[in-house]
Structure formats: structure tokens, C-alpha cells
């Protein structure tokens, strides 16, 4: 299963779906949809936390916020 | 219409509202371009038209109804309480039009709620410069509001703002009630029964969120979970179906009024992304944010020095011109030594503060506050904290008592509490003037590190990196004895850059520096008033005693030199020498003597007044002479009656550094801990655990450099 994690960055996904309940709401509400693109814009030093960009603003996310996103 | 209609400032955290706050208001509440300035209400007036006055309340940032953290509990403690004082007749939605779908995710909450809203598109000059349009009026149509483009940053809009405003508190307003989501009637049909009748969005609002309410008690709450029960709810379920099915009705409708040019697949290259490149990468970024810091303290020390100069020499003339017209008296020597000494203590590192908080407001109103929390997030974890827990260490530089209200963003308890605790280790700026003086007793002007940089201004950079270091080792050892293992999360937004503006900068330096002034001078005057009258009576006739023994002892001195050794055997019989002289045996071990003491018995509530201190008594305890006139200098020219030597070397001052550097010597910031805690025993521990730190790492200082 691919998730946001394992984007390189420059590189898209589309969100297929949420493995974690709690986090999905907030992820939701931030507007990471099922349906939507996300690009891997930024690694920070050390390889965490990450940034995507998502619904036309960059959202920054820690590496295992970011696994719990599936994506296509 | 009513009188004073009362309107809240809705909106995702960094939509602008506290900048519309402010353009409508004219009030100065603080702004920056980071999610999460503002964490508490704040009222102001707005005219509406001749004869009403509206009352404006600012808040915090949201993302949805749904409340994440305590800043954004505030706000729903407010909206979902109609009997609240603070329930709004109206809202201002304040929408970023940078990034319209995420904002209007609120908008659609607030306006279901029943709650009159006006949508304010904010921002418009980012969005273009992303290549958005907007067509508002269309929007405006869909979804049925009166829509108002602003700039609430230059003020530019408010007049369509008001009419907008105007319109919709005359009109009857009309909730939705076909909410975008599925429940069952019976159930609340039940919770309006039990709960007091209202609209089925708040009914809703509160059976999810009850347990964080406060308009419930514990019964009610009780209630609430029975209702849960029965009905099988699942509020974590029912909130996500809601969000999804409310952005299915916002994209449409979204799609249809904003035009992005190009496509979406090739976004124009902004700033923000050419900055990055460079400020988030994964070796440049640590490399930039240690260079600003740098460049903050070299400019803190050397830059300041000029103005410094000036303060201090014309604190000097002002001292000897009263000394030299007004009768000699004791009192004549209270305000001179004492007061105008000890305020000018003050007064002089008004431009190093000045430069400190410039360069604060900087980090903060460009947007490189959160690029900071980013690339630091990582670290900070490791120790326990979060890379939220930036904001407040940083600015705690300025100030622990904002700093530590700054943790309400922290979504996680225990990383808040963790962060809570140690912000105070951060120098803030009333340890500035201790630094500085001791630094310029110990530290050589002239030598230089590398040629470059001032040896003095690097001694000071090291002291903040030591507050630093303290900072979060003590944070990491309060994590190993919390063992929390709550679950933290870092889901934030990274704001685009954005120019400050130059006015704004200046007023809000203006404002903290004269609040630094008054506070810190209020206490200075007050306890050096206290501390002249303790240093100037003794207990019985102690003081004619002093008198007549240094007499006895010395019969062949005459003059000046008799009267300075009368002078500091006074000093030492007083009152204030008394509780010096019992403090003493417990510093000795860290090279302190009883006047030592008395500073750091009058710094106990606030640390600002240790250089106050030092001038009354320095200027109290003898050799007073005319070229001493400066704090510094007569500090320097004070001897060690055990070696004979100078009694401000190396070990002393740093000794002392250290000391002040980790001591808890600040009432106000206790207080605050306690308030945001709610409980004593924080504060408690705070001021026990910083004070054995900083006698042992003093002792440990003092002992090694001897
Ligand atoms: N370019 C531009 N910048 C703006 C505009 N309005 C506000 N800003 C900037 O956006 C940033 C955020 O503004 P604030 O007023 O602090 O935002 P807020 O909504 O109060 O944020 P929180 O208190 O964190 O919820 C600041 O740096 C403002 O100067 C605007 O219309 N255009
Ligand atoms: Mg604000």
C-alpha cells in the first residue's frame, strides 16, 4: 500500500483513503479528500517531518501522519 | 437593529482576522503570519453608521467546530453556548482567498449554526499572485451571503465590509436547516428536550463535543453519554461524514467561481517556493536559521552599542548636574544613586531590546516562524517537545509571560505542559542587562573571535544557547518522568511569505518597549525605595555604632577615606546588610558576599531589578567618588577584601550568569504557569527545579574558574 510517505519529492499521489480514524478528521478538515492530489514539496532535515502540497496551500505533516494516508 | 450589535471575527488560524481586527478597530492587537497568534478574545468598537457602534471581538483560529486545542476551545465555548455573554449577533467569516475550499469548510459550519454571517475575502493579493480569480459576486449568489473582498492588512474594502454588514443585520436571517449530513430526528427531538430548545446544528454540536464544554456539568454530561449510547453515536464518525459531504457541496461550488491560471498541474513558481528551496533544506536550513540568530545577537551587542553609549553618559551628566545643584542630603542621594541610577540601569538597554524584539517581529510577521517549527519538529520531539514548542521558546527570549500563553496552539497536553515548564529557562530580556554588565566586567572589549566577531557579543550568543541547552535537556528528563505517551500531532499549515509592513513593525516595537520600560521601572523605583531605607537604618542604634567603632579602629583616618570605610560599615549594619549577611554562608560556595545577597534577595520577584540593586548599593556602601558614577564602573572598582584583587574576575561573573541565567526570578511568570496549568503545583515545581539548578551549575561555574 502506497501513502504519502513514500512520495519522492516533485513527485503526485491521489488520496484513495485513511488508515487512521482519529487523524483522518483533521486531515479531512485541513482538505485532504479521497479524490484530491497531493505533490511531495518538502523533506525536512533528518527526513521528517514532510510538506505536500494539497488543495492549492502546503501542508506540513510528520512522517507517520503521513503513512496513514493512502494514496493511488 | 439593536444598539451595539455585538460581531465575531470567524476564521481558519492566519485568515487575517486580528489584521481586520485591527483596521476596524484602530486597536493594536497582535499579528503574524503564522497559524496561532492570537490565543485568547479581545473586544474592540467598530462604527457601523452614525449612532451604532459595533462591538468587534477577535479570536483565535479555527478549522472547523470541532476544537483540536485549548486556543480553539475558546472559540467554541462561545459558539456553541447561545445564553454565552460573548455569543455573537453576527459573524465575520474571515476567509483566505488563497485557499478559498479550506476556509469555506467554516464558513458553511458557522452559518448552519444559525449564527447571521458575512463572508470577508481576505488576502485577494496573495491569491492572484498564485494566479486565483474569484469571481465574488457569483460566489456571493451560490451561497447566499453578502460577500466583501478586503485587504485587512492595508485597510482596503472596510466600506463595502460595512455595508455587507449593514445589509445583513437588517435582514431576517434564515438558518439552513437541510444540513449536509444524516441523523436521526428522535434523537434530537431528545436532546432538545432535555437540553433547551434550538436548532438541530446545535444540538448536534453539542452531543459531539459535550465532554469539552463548558456550559455542561458533569450530570449533563452524564446525559449526554447515555443519549450516545441509545442512539449508538459515533461523533468521530459522524464529524468526518460531515466534512466530506460539505466539501462535496464547496467544490462545486467553488469550482464554478474561481479561475486558476495556469492549471492547476504547473502552479506559478511563487516566492514561497524559490524561498524554501533554500530555507527548508536539509542542510542550508539549519545553516540559515543559525545565521539569523547570530546575526540577532552580534546586532543585540555591537549595533546597540552607540545608542547605548549616549543613554548611559547622559544618565551620568543628569546624575552629577542634581548632585552637583541640589543641598547634599540623603535624600538628594536616593534619587541620584539610587533612582535615577537604577532606572537609567534600565533606560540604557532600551536598544538592545529594541533590536531583539525587531528581529523577533521579523521571524514572526514574514512567515519564517513556522519554517523554523518545521525544519526543528524533529529535534524537538526527540526532547520531549514539539515543533510548535518553537514559538514559544523563541519568543520567550522577549518575554516567558506571552511565551508560555503562546502554548494554547499545542494540540498534545502533555508536550504543552512539557514546553510550559521550560520556556522560562529561555534568557528572556530582563536578563539582558545582567548579561550585558557582567559580560562588560569579565569578557574583554576588544578581542575579537576570528576578527570578526566581538568576543563579548559571542560570550552572550553562548549564554542564550545555554538557556537553550537547559531548556530542552530539562525537557527531555521531564518527559522520562512524565512517560506520557499521549499522542501528539504536527498536521499544520506552512503560510505563504509575506513583506512586513514597515508602520506596523514600528508601532508594535514602540508599544513592547515602552510596556518593558513601565513594567520593569515601576518595580525598579519600588523596591529600590524599600531597599534605600533597609540599607539606610539599622536595627537599634546599629548605625551609630558602625559609627563609632570604624572611628575607634581608625583613629589616624581622616576625610574622605574615613568617611567611605563609615560609609560601608553602615552599609553592613543596616537591615539590608543583616539579611545579606544571613544569605551569606549559603553563596559563599558560589563566590558571593552579602551585597551579592541583597540582589539576589531584592531579584526573588523579579529579576530586572539586579542592576537597581547593584547601583543603590555600590553607590551606598562608599568610594564615592565622581568618575564612579555608572553602575559598570563602580562595580569594577569594587575589591575583594579577601585577595585584594578586583572582585568582579571571571569566576564571579560567570558564576553569576549562570545563576541568573537559570534562576526562577519572576512572579508574573509563575503566575502564568498557574494560570494555564491550573494548578499549583507547577509553578511550585518550576520555581524549585530552576533555583537548585542554578545554585548548582553557579557552584559548579565558580569552583572550576577559582
Ligand atoms: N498580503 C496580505 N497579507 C495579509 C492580509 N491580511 C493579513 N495579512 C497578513 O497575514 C498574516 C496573518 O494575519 P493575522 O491577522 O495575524 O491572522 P489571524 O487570522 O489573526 O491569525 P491567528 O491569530 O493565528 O488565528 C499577517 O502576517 C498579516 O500581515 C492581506 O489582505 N494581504
Ligand atoms: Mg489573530
Redesign the interface.
Known sequence: MRTVADLKIGEKGVIVSFSD???????????C??GT?VTM?????????I?V?V????????KD?ASTIVVA | MKKSPKIALIGNPNAGKSSLFNSLTGLRQKTGNFPGVTMDKLIGKWNLETGTEAEILDLPGIYSIYPKSVDEQVVINILANPQHPDYPDMAIVVADASNLKRNLLLFSQVRDLGIPTVLALNMIDVAENSGIVINSFKLAKELNVEVAEVNAKKGIGLNGLRLAVNKTLEQRFNSNDSLPVEYSPELIDEIKEKYGDTDDYHALLWLSEHDNLKQFDTEQRVGFDKLQEKYGWNSKKFQAQETVSRYAVLNEIVDGCLHQIPVEDEPVKTWTDRLDKVFLHQFWGYFVFLGILFLMFQAVFTWAAYPQDLIDNGVAWLNQYLKDTLPESQLVNLLTDGLIAGIGGVVVFVPQIVFLFLFISLLEETGYMSRVMFIMDKLMRRFGLNGKSVVPLISGVACAVPAIMSTRSIGSWKDRLITIMVTPLMSCSARLPIYTVLIALVVPEKSTLFGIFSLQGVALFGLYLLGFGMAILSAWILKVVLKAKERSYFIMELPSYKGPRFKHIMISLLNSTKAFVFEAGKIIVAISIVLWVMASYGPGNAMQEAEQKVKTENPTLTGADLENKIAAQKLESSYAGHFGKVLEPAIKPLGYDWKIGIALLTSFAAREVFVGTMSTIYSLGGEVDDENTTVMNRMRAEINPETGKPMYDAALGFSLMIFYAFAMQCMSTLATTYRETKSWRYPAIQLVYMTTLAYLSAFIVYQLLK
Open positions: 480514524e482519529l487523524l483522518s478528521l483533521k486531515l479531512l478538515e485541513m482538505g479528500l479521497p492530489q514539496t518538502h523533506i525536512a532535515p533528518f527526513g521528517d517531518p510538506a502540497k488543495s492549492g496551500y502546503v501542508l506540513s505533516m510528520r501522519e
